[in-house]
Protein backbone atom coordinates (compact mmCIF):
# COMPACT_ATOMS: atom_id res chain seq x y z
CA UNK A 1 0.00 0.00 0.00
CA UNK A 2 1.69 3.40 -1.09
CA UNK A 3 0.05 6.96 -0.58
CA UNK A 4 -0.21 8.75 -4.07
CA UNK A 5 -1.90 11.75 -4.67
CA UNK A 6 -5.86 12.44 -4.51
CA UNK A 7 -6.90 14.54 -8.04
CA UNK A 8 -7.12 17.21 -5.42
CA UNK A 9 -3.71 16.67 -5.01
CA UNK A 10 -2.60 16.49 -8.28
CA UNK A 11 -4.00 19.90 -8.68
CA UNK A 12 -2.28 21.99 -5.89
CA UNK A 13 1.04 20.00 -7.57
CA UNK A 14 0.59 21.26 -10.84
CA UNK A 15 -0.53 24.79 -9.42
CA UNK A 16 3.10 24.91 -7.09
CA UNK A 17 5.26 23.71 -9.98
CA UNK A 18 3.69 26.31 -12.02
CA UNK A 19 3.82 28.78 -9.09
CA UNK A 20 7.16 28.15 -8.52
CA UNK A 21 8.57 28.83 -11.62
CA UNK A 22 6.59 31.62 -12.87
CA UNK A 23 8.49 32.93 -9.71
CA UNK A 24 11.64 31.98 -10.65
CA UNK A 25 11.18 33.40 -14.02
CA UNK A 26 9.21 36.68 -13.26
CA UNK A 27 11.86 37.41 -9.79
CA UNK A 28 8.16 36.99 -7.97
CA UNK A 29 9.07 36.10 -4.79
CA UNK A 30 5.45 35.92 -3.49
CA UNK A 31 5.05 33.37 -6.59
CA UNK A 32 8.36 31.48 -4.73
CA UNK A 33 6.48 31.32 -1.49
CA UNK A 34 2.85 30.37 -2.55
CA UNK A 35 4.73 27.10 -4.83
CA UNK A 36 7.06 26.12 -1.81
CA UNK A 37 4.17 25.85 0.27
CA UNK A 38 2.13 23.87 -1.70
CA UNK A 39 4.90 21.49 -2.20
CA UNK A 40 5.64 21.64 1.48
CA UNK A 41 2.07 20.52 1.96
CA UNK A 42 2.12 18.35 -0.32
CA UNK A 43 5.41 16.31 1.28
CA UNK A 44 3.65 16.79 4.70
CA UNK A 45 0.26 14.95 3.33
CA UNK A 46 2.40 12.01 2.25
CA UNK A 47 4.16 11.74 5.15
CA UNK A 48 0.89 11.28 7.50
CA UNK A 49 -0.40 8.82 5.17
CA UNK A 50 2.67 6.74 4.28
CA UNK A 51 2.21 4.33 7.12
CA UNK A 52 0.91 1.55 6.80
CA UNK A 53 -2.40 -0.31 7.83
CA UNK A 54 -1.80 -3.01 9.79
CA UNK A 55 -5.16 -4.29 10.73
CA UNK A 56 -6.98 -7.77 10.23
CA UNK A 57 -10.06 -7.15 8.72
CA UNK A 58 -13.08 -9.58 8.56
CA UNK A 59 -16.85 -8.45 7.51
CA UNK A 60 -20.48 -10.00 7.37
CA UNK A 61 -23.77 -9.68 5.96
CA UNK A 62 -26.88 -10.09 7.88
CA UNK A 63 -29.34 -11.57 6.63
CA UNK A 64 -27.86 -12.05 2.91
CA UNK A 65 -31.75 -12.15 1.63
CA UNK A 66 -34.09 -9.76 2.06
CA UNK A 67 -36.97 -7.59 0.53
CA UNK A 68 -36.45 -5.01 -1.58
CA UNK A 69 -36.12 -2.19 0.78
CA UNK A 70 -35.75 -4.12 4.01
CA UNK A 71 -32.54 -2.89 6.21
CA UNK A 72 -29.56 -5.25 5.68
CA UNK A 73 -26.69 -4.60 8.11
CA UNK A 74 -22.85 -5.71 7.23
CA UNK A 75 -20.49 -5.93 10.80
CA UNK A 76 -17.17 -4.93 10.35
CA UNK A 77 -14.54 -6.16 12.65
CA UNK A 78 -10.82 -4.70 12.34
CA UNK A 79 -8.40 -5.75 14.80
CA UNK A 80 -4.34 -3.97 15.25
CA UNK A 81 -1.62 -5.87 14.41
CA UNK A 82 2.23 -5.04 15.21
CA UNK A 83 1.42 -1.28 17.00
CA UNK A 84 -1.16 1.41 17.43
CA UNK A 85 -2.84 2.00 14.61
CA UNK A 86 -4.35 5.74 13.50
CA UNK A 87 -7.69 6.09 12.42
CA UNK A 88 -8.43 5.18 8.85
CA UNK A 89 -11.57 4.83 6.64
CA UNK A 90 -13.19 1.77 5.18
CA UNK A 91 -15.27 1.73 1.71
CA UNK A 92 -17.43 -1.06 0.93
CA UNK A 93 -19.58 -1.26 -2.23
CA UNK A 94 -22.66 -3.10 -2.81
CA UNK A 95 -23.37 -3.23 -6.16
CA UNK A 96 -23.12 0.05 -7.83
CA UNK A 97 -23.77 1.88 -4.48
CA UNK A 98 -20.79 2.47 -1.71
CA UNK A 99 -20.44 2.99 2.32
CA UNK A 100 -17.28 4.53 3.94
CA UNK A 101 -16.97 4.18 8.03
CA UNK A 102 -14.32 5.26 9.59
CA UNK A 103 -12.59 3.35 12.04
CA UNK A 104 -10.78 4.62 15.30
CA UNK A 105 -7.82 4.70 16.38
CA UNK A 106 -6.93 1.34 18.34
CA UNK A 107 -4.32 -0.22 20.46
CA UNK A 108 -2.37 -3.69 19.31
CA UNK A 109 -4.24 -6.74 19.48
CA UNK A 110 -7.52 -4.65 20.09
CA UNK A 111 -10.60 -5.42 17.81
CA UNK A 112 -12.94 -2.15 16.71
CA UNK A 113 -16.51 -3.78 15.09
CA UNK A 114 -18.48 -1.36 13.85
CA UNK A 115 -22.15 -1.55 11.84
CA UNK A 116 -23.67 0.15 8.76
CA UNK A 117 -26.39 -0.60 6.73
CA UNK A 118 -26.63 -1.53 2.96
CA UNK A 119 -28.35 -0.32 0.42
CA UNK A 120 -31.19 -2.28 -0.80
CA UNK A 121 -33.78 -0.10 -3.07
CA UNK A 122 -32.61 -1.92 -5.99
CA UNK A 123 -33.44 -5.27 -6.66
CA UNK A 124 -31.03 -8.10 -8.12
CA UNK A 125 -28.14 -10.31 -7.29
CA UNK A 126 -25.43 -7.80 -5.37
CA UNK A 127 -21.41 -8.37 -4.52
CA UNK A 128 -20.49 -6.74 -1.29
CA UNK A 129 -16.79 -6.34 -1.47
CA UNK A 130 -14.17 -6.36 -1.35
CA UNK A 131 -13.12 -3.56 1.25
CA UNK A 132 -10.57 -0.87 0.53
CA UNK A 133 -8.98 0.37 3.35
CA UNK A 134 -7.56 4.14 2.83
CA UNK A 135 -5.85 7.00 4.96
CA UNK A 136 -6.01 10.23 4.05
CA UNK A 137 -4.54 13.72 4.88
CA UNK A 138 -6.86 16.31 6.44
CA UNK A 139 -7.11 18.30 3.46
CA UNK A 140 -7.47 15.44 1.19
CA UNK A 141 -4.48 15.78 -0.74
CA UNK A 142 -3.04 11.98 -0.77
CA UNK A 143 -4.39 9.03 0.30
CA UNK A 144 -2.92 5.36 1.32
CA UNK A 145 -5.37 2.48 -0.27
CA UNK A 146 -5.57 -1.22 -0.11
CA UNK A 147 -7.78 -3.79 -0.79
CA UNK A 148 -9.08 -6.02 2.19
CA UNK A 149 -11.67 -8.93 2.98
CA UNK A 150 -13.67 -10.77 1.25
CA UNK A 151 -17.00 -10.54 -1.10
CA UNK A 152 -20.05 -11.56 0.03
CA UNK A 153 -23.43 -11.71 -1.97
CA UNK A 154 -26.80 -9.89 -0.47
CA UNK A 155 -29.76 -10.56 -2.73
CA UNK A 156 -32.14 -8.31 -2.91
CA UNK A 157 -35.60 -9.91 -3.82
CA UNK A 158 -38.64 -8.16 -4.72
CA UNK A 159 -41.87 -7.16 -2.51
CA UNK A 160 -44.64 -9.24 -1.71
CA UNK A 161 -48.12 -8.55 -0.73
CA UNK A 162 -50.44 -10.86 1.21
CA UNK A 163 -52.33 -12.73 -2.05
CA UNK A 164 -54.91 -15.47 -2.10
CA UNK A 165 -53.67 -19.13 -3.46
CA UNK A 166 -54.84 -19.52 -7.50
CA UNK A 167 -58.52 -21.88 -7.23
CA UNK A 168 -57.39 -25.38 -8.30
CA UNK A 169 -57.57 -26.40 -11.75
CA UNK A 170 -58.92 -29.17 -13.35
CA UNK A 171 -57.74 -32.70 -12.73
CA UNK A 172 -55.12 -33.81 -15.63
CA UNK A 173 -55.54 -37.05 -17.35
CA UNK A 174 -53.65 -39.91 -16.12
CA UNK A 175 -52.65 -43.21 -17.83
CA UNK A 176 -53.46 -45.55 -15.40
CA UNK A 177 -56.13 -43.94 -14.10
CA UNK A 178 -57.08 -41.27 -10.91
CA UNK A 179 -54.58 -40.69 -8.33
CA UNK A 180 -54.70 -39.40 -4.97
CA UNK A 181 -51.07 -38.83 -3.68
CA UNK A 182 -51.07 -36.20 -1.33
CA UNK A 183 -47.15 -35.86 -1.67
CA UNK A 184 -45.63 -32.58 -3.65
CA UNK A 185 -43.43 -35.48 -5.80
CA UNK A 186 -43.62 -39.10 -5.20
CA UNK A 187 -46.63 -40.27 -8.04
CA UNK A 188 -46.26 -41.95 -10.78
CA UNK A 189 -46.80 -39.17 -13.23
CA UNK A 190 -43.62 -38.50 -14.69
CA UNK A 191 -43.90 -34.74 -15.97
CA UNK A 192 -39.99 -33.95 -16.95
CA UNK A 193 -36.03 -34.92 -16.87
CA UNK A 194 -34.93 -31.55 -15.52
CA UNK A 195 -31.37 -30.17 -13.80
CA UNK A 196 -31.44 -30.60 -9.97
CA UNK A 197 -32.38 -27.89 -8.19
CA UNK A 198 -31.69 -26.86 -4.13
CA UNK A 199 -34.18 -28.78 -2.15
CA UNK A 200 -35.36 -31.92 -4.76
CA UNK A 201 -35.49 -35.26 -3.38
CA UNK A 202 -32.24 -37.03 -3.55
CA UNK A 203 -34.30 -40.58 -4.87
CA UNK A 204 -35.72 -38.76 -7.51
CA UNK A 205 -32.48 -38.50 -9.28
CA UNK A 206 -31.99 -40.21 -13.03
CA UNK A 207 -28.62 -41.39 -13.24
CA UNK A 208 -28.61 -42.25 -16.67
CA UNK A 209 -29.47 -38.42 -17.91
CA UNK A 210 -27.13 -37.42 -15.32
CA UNK A 211 -23.82 -39.48 -16.94
CA UNK A 212 -25.43 -38.46 -20.19
CA UNK A 213 -25.35 -34.37 -19.70
CA UNK A 214 -22.48 -34.09 -16.62
CA UNK A 215 -25.17 -32.51 -14.30
CA UNK A 216 -27.21 -33.53 -11.93
CA UNK A 217 -30.70 -34.63 -13.37
CA UNK A 218 -34.12 -35.43 -11.06
CA UNK A 219 -37.37 -36.93 -12.38
CA UNK A 220 -39.84 -34.39 -11.68
CA UNK A 221 -43.19 -36.33 -10.57
CA UNK A 222 -46.36 -35.04 -9.82
CA UNK A 223 -49.92 -35.99 -8.60
CA UNK A 224 -52.39 -35.65 -11.88
CA UNK A 225 -55.01 -34.00 -9.55
CA UNK A 226 -52.29 -31.97 -7.67
CA UNK A 227 -53.28 -28.59 -8.52
CA UNK A 228 -51.07 -25.98 -10.80
CA UNK A 229 -50.35 -22.50 -11.07
CA UNK A 230 -48.35 -21.03 -13.77
CA UNK A 231 -47.71 -17.04 -14.52
CA UNK A 232 -46.68 -15.42 -17.26
CA UNK A 233 -44.15 -12.20 -16.65
CA UNK A 234 -44.22 -9.96 -19.81
CA UNK A 235 -40.53 -8.95 -19.89
CA UNK A 236 -40.84 -7.43 -23.34
CA UNK A 237 -38.81 -4.27 -23.35
CA UNK A 238 -40.73 -1.07 -23.80
CA UNK A 239 -43.96 -3.02 -22.27
CA UNK A 240 -43.08 -1.80 -18.97
CA UNK A 241 -41.32 1.75 -18.10
CA UNK A 242 -38.17 0.12 -15.54
CA UNK A 243 -40.18 1.55 -12.15
CA UNK A 244 -43.47 0.04 -13.61
CA UNK A 245 -41.55 -3.24 -14.33
CA UNK A 246 -40.41 -3.25 -10.80
CA UNK A 247 -44.22 -3.59 -9.61
CA UNK A 248 -44.53 -6.04 -12.29
CA UNK A 249 -42.15 -8.46 -10.67
CA UNK A 250 -43.45 -7.65 -7.19
CA UNK A 251 -46.68 -8.87 -8.16
CA UNK A 252 -45.31 -11.66 -9.70
CA UNK A 253 -43.52 -12.57 -6.38
CA UNK A 254 -46.91 -12.10 -4.43
CA UNK A 255 -48.77 -14.64 -6.41
CA UNK A 256 -46.71 -17.63 -6.66
CA UNK A 257 -45.03 -17.16 -3.09
CA UNK A 258 -48.93 -17.39 -2.10
CA UNK A 259 -49.59 -20.06 -4.46
CA UNK A 260 -45.88 -22.04 -3.32
CA UNK A 261 -47.44 -21.55 0.40
CA UNK A 262 -50.64 -23.34 -0.45
CA UNK A 263 -48.66 -26.42 -2.06
CA UNK A 264 -49.69 -25.32 -5.80
CA UNK A 265 -46.87 -26.84 -8.49
CA UNK A 266 -45.30 -23.38 -9.35
CA UNK A 267 -44.22 -22.68 -13.15
CA UNK A 268 -42.66 -19.28 -13.85
CA UNK A 269 -42.40 -18.33 -17.24
CA UNK A 270 -41.39 -15.44 -19.21
CA UNK A 271 -41.19 -13.97 -22.64
CA UNK A 272 -37.38 -13.33 -22.24
CA UNK A 273 -37.12 -17.31 -21.77
CA UNK A 274 -37.25 -18.12 -18.23
CA UNK A 275 -39.33 -21.39 -17.53
CA UNK A 276 -38.69 -22.74 -14.08
CA UNK A 277 -40.70 -24.87 -12.23
CA UNK A 278 -41.00 -24.61 -8.64
CA UNK A 279 -42.56 -27.18 -5.74
CA UNK A 280 -44.09 -25.84 -2.59
CA UNK A 281 -41.83 -25.57 0.79
CA UNK A 282 -39.60 -22.77 1.83
CA UNK A 283 -36.11 -23.33 0.42
CA UNK A 284 -38.51 -23.91 -3.29
CA UNK A 285 -39.26 -20.44 -2.73
CA UNK A 286 -35.74 -19.75 -1.66
CA UNK A 287 -34.78 -20.42 -5.32
CA UNK A 288 -38.00 -18.56 -6.74
CA UNK A 289 -37.67 -15.55 -5.13
CA UNK A 290 -33.46 -15.68 -6.44
CA UNK A 291 -34.93 -16.02 -9.86
CA UNK A 292 -36.86 -13.44 -9.89
CA UNK A 293 -34.51 -11.09 -8.42
CA UNK A 294 -32.64 -11.24 -11.48
CA UNK A 295 -34.46 -10.86 -14.21
CA UNK A 296 -34.77 -8.61 -16.43
CA UNK A 297 -36.99 -6.86 -19.33
CA UNK A 298 -35.47 -8.66 -22.53
CA UNK A 299 -35.57 -7.94 -26.50
CA UNK A 300 -38.52 -5.97 -27.29
CA UNK A 301 -38.94 -7.92 -30.51
CA UNK A 302 -39.78 -11.42 -28.34
CA UNK A 303 -43.09 -13.36 -28.97
CA UNK A 304 -45.59 -12.05 -26.40
CA UNK A 305 -46.42 -16.04 -25.82
CA UNK A 306 -43.54 -18.02 -25.37
CA UNK A 307 -43.42 -21.58 -27.36
CA UNK A 308 -43.15 -23.40 -24.03
CA UNK A 309 -46.60 -22.00 -22.95
CA UNK A 310 -48.11 -23.65 -26.33
CA UNK A 311 -47.07 -26.95 -25.92
CA UNK A 312 -49.92 -28.85 -24.92
CA UNK A 313 -48.19 -31.91 -22.67
CA UNK A 314 -46.79 -28.59 -20.42
CA UNK A 315 -50.47 -26.59 -19.59
CA UNK A 316 -53.29 -27.51 -17.07
CA UNK A 317 -54.30 -25.76 -13.70
CA UNK A 318 -54.47 -22.11 -13.44
CA UNK A 319 -52.60 -19.16 -15.71
CA UNK A 320 -51.87 -15.91 -14.78
CA UNK A 321 -50.33 -13.21 -16.80
CA UNK A 322 -48.70 -10.34 -16.23
CA UNK A 323 -48.55 -7.25 -18.34
CA UNK A 324 -49.14 -3.75 -19.33
CA UNK A 325 -51.90 -4.66 -22.21
CA UNK A 326 -53.89 -7.83 -22.86
CA UNK A 327 -53.39 -9.49 -26.85
CA UNK A 328 -56.47 -11.10 -27.02
CA UNK A 329 -54.96 -12.51 -30.47
CA UNK A 330 -51.91 -13.77 -28.84
CA UNK A 331 -53.85 -15.17 -25.92
CA UNK A 332 -56.44 -17.05 -27.67
CA UNK A 333 -54.53 -20.09 -28.62
CA UNK A 334 -53.49 -20.53 -24.78
CA UNK A 335 -57.11 -20.73 -22.95
CA UNK A 336 -58.01 -23.93 -24.02
CA UNK A 337 -55.25 -25.75 -22.05
CA UNK A 338 -55.74 -23.83 -18.62
CA UNK A 339 -59.18 -24.18 -16.11
CA UNK A 340 -58.98 -20.68 -15.96
CA UNK A 341 -56.92 -17.66 -16.78
CA UNK A 342 -56.65 -14.45 -15.63
CA UNK A 343 -54.50 -11.32 -17.25
CA UNK A 344 -53.36 -8.66 -14.86
CA UNK A 345 -52.68 -5.22 -16.56
CA UNK A 346 -50.63 -2.57 -14.97
CA UNK A 347 -51.07 0.72 -16.24
CA UNK A 348 -50.52 3.42 -13.91
CA UNK A 349 -51.18 6.10 -16.30
CA UNK A 350 -54.47 4.81 -17.84
CA UNK A 351 -53.11 4.09 -20.86
CA UNK A 352 -54.64 0.83 -21.69
CA UNK A 353 -58.14 0.81 -23.22
CA UNK A 354 -60.81 -0.44 -21.00
CA UNK A 355 -61.80 -3.56 -22.68
CA UNK A 356 -62.63 -7.09 -22.25
CA UNK A 357 -61.01 -9.93 -23.58
CA UNK A 358 -63.15 -13.49 -24.40
CA UNK A 359 -62.35 -16.41 -22.40
CA UNK A 360 -60.06 -14.19 -19.58
CA UNK A 361 -60.67 -12.41 -16.47
CA UNK A 362 -58.78 -8.83 -16.74
CA UNK A 363 -57.84 -6.99 -13.77
CA UNK A 364 -56.49 -3.79 -14.27
CA UNK A 365 -54.49 -1.79 -11.88
CA UNK A 366 -52.01 1.35 -10.95
CA UNK A 367 -49.36 -0.43 -8.56
CA UNK A 368 -48.83 -4.56 -7.34
CA UNK A 369 -50.57 -3.93 -4.04
CA UNK A 370 -53.72 -2.45 -5.94
CA UNK A 371 -53.80 -5.58 -8.78
CA UNK A 372 -52.91 -8.43 -5.60
CA UNK A 373 -55.96 -6.50 -3.93
CA UNK A 374 -58.09 -7.12 -7.49
CA UNK A 375 -56.92 -10.71 -7.36
CA UNK A 376 -58.00 -11.28 -3.59
CA UNK A 377 -61.63 -10.08 -5.03
CA UNK A 378 -61.41 -12.40 -7.84
CA UNK A 379 -59.43 -15.59 -7.28
Not at 345 to 371: F, I, K
Request: glycine residues 10%; positive net charge.
Amino acid sequence: MNARPTPRGWAVLLLSVLAFSAGEWFGFDLLRALGAAGLGTLLAAAVLTVRRVRVEVTRSVHPDRVTRGEPALARLTATARGRRQPGFFATDRAGRFTRTVRIPPSLPGVSRTLRYELPTSVRGRQEVGPLRLHRADPLGLAVNALPAGDTATLWVHPRRYPAKAPAAGYPRHHHEGVVSDQALRGSTDLLEVRPYQPGDEVRHLHWKATARTGRLMVRDYADPEQPRFTLLLDTRHGVFPPAVFEEAVDLTASLLVAAGRAGRHNRLVTTGGVDRTFAGGSEAQRVLLDELSEVRQSAADASPVPASLLRGDARGGCLAVVTAAAEPGALAGLRPGFAAMFVLELDPAGRSAARSVPGLLVLRAGTAAEAVARWNEAA
